[in-house]
């Protein structure tokens, strides 16, 4: 299928809120990455979003280069053509977008859809997210509020985090501290910004405990009841139905399956997967290295093997083995077999 358009977006999240399950946002780094996550959604018979970070991107360009937003737009260029192969429905989603990388990484990507979309074409990619938590929530908001209609205009969506995801994402840290937990304050003021739909559509990163990369248990403290506590807030603030915002689930790294199903139980629609599909990939090629090691090398005066060290061969592994993470994820968040053609 095509990268979904923003009508088949919104239905895809509108999905997850309605049935209580939440996609995967698996973040990709390269063409075996993106195929490796196409894989893994077929075999789950599940729809999800490919998102692609600054350092994604600026790897996409070219590591001697200095060009993140034409590594995204060649991220999704690739993902726009091999995406018609399979039977699911994926969206394109750039992922934390500091303050000092907006102007060469988000700005020209929004441009870029504009025109596409002055020109009768679909937007490249179908959200982008503005990390704003290293700024106070006052400017966090300010700029929300400016990215919104652009988006809104596009068929684009917003994601937008409110309070600090501990550990460090692309060069994006926060200390693990009490900062961790957004309150109903901040998600009141975040409505009144941004309101309820009505100005564009936007996901929201509350905080709840949530730290990115690994961590042993016991270091990081996730109250997914949090987000109950929040919704319920605003729900009774503003007279909506249950569960009024849109969630995103950042920082999942070794959560257990109780946390995330509470958290996903609370309108959680999305969850970002990069650290456990990264290890897959790399535990993979780790793998046939150490396993294959004199076929992989020319060691006193041999050859090799040339069917061990192609590319091709370590790679399909690991592109299958990442791919299998892919579907424990689709697992764990309820979207196996959610799929827009099925």
Known sequence: MPIATPDQYAEMLDRAKERGFAFPAINVSSS???????????????????????GGADYFAGQTRTARASGALAMAAFAHEVAKNYPITVAL?????PKNALDNFVYPLIEASTEAVKAGREPIFQSHMWDGSAVPLEEN???AKDLLPRLKNNGQILEVEIGVVGGEEDGVMAEINDKLYTDLEDAIATVEALGLGEQGRYMAALTFGNVHGVYKPGNVKLRPELLAEIQAGLAEKYGTGPKPLDLVFHGGSGSSAEEIAEAVSNGVIKMNIDTDTQYAFSRSVADSVLTNYEGFLKIDGEVGNKKVYDPRSWGKKAETAMAKRVIEATEQLGSVGNSLTI
């Open 32 to 54: 075996q990455t993106i195929n490796s996550v196409l894989q893994g959604l077929t075999e789950a018979g599940s729809d999800g979003i490919l998102q692609v970070t600054t």
């Open 93 to 97: 989603h750039t992922d934390h977008c």
């Open 141 to 143: 908001l300010a700029i």
